[in-house]
């Protein structure tokens, strides 16, 4: 189930969006975070698992028409597709009606979520 992003999940959102290469360093991910927060277009959601732990993260940035994904991540112990699809339908269902859209790091993922939903 994903929850929106509060001040009270810095550390465990911090840790999640730490697995993205490109956030390891602390000033990076603390820069990233910044950016999710500044604006009410942008946020940042948290998936927990059916034992009620946080084990993933996804970013978007919301428009009228388009949900841009732009990060995801999740803890390795639960890194599956399974998850990640999760997390993608569930946002599906928060913001119907908008193409969700994928960065260069997340499109290969959404277009393999899309075939599998427009597969069913």
Not at 84 to 110: H, N, Q, V, W
Request: hydrophobic share 35%.
């Amino acid at each position: 189930m994903l929850y929106k992003y509060k001040n009270d999940y810095e550390k465990i959102t911090m840790g999640l969006l730490s697995f993205i290469p490109d956030l390891k360093e602390y000033s990076h991910l603390k820069t990233e975070l910044n950016w999710y927060s500044g604006a009410d277009e942008r946020c940042l959601y948290l998936w927990k698992n059916d034992n009620g732990d946080f084990i993933g993260v996804i970013g978007v940035e919301i428009s009228d028409d388009i949900l841009m994904v732009r990060h995801i991540a999740i803890t390795p112990a639960e890194r599956n597709e399974g998850v990640s699809f999760d997390m993608l339908s569930g946002l599906c269902e928060l913001y119907p009606g908008r193409k969700m859209m994928g960065s260069l790091e997340t499109a290969g993922l959404i277009t393999k979520w899309e075939h599998r939903n427009n597969g069913n």
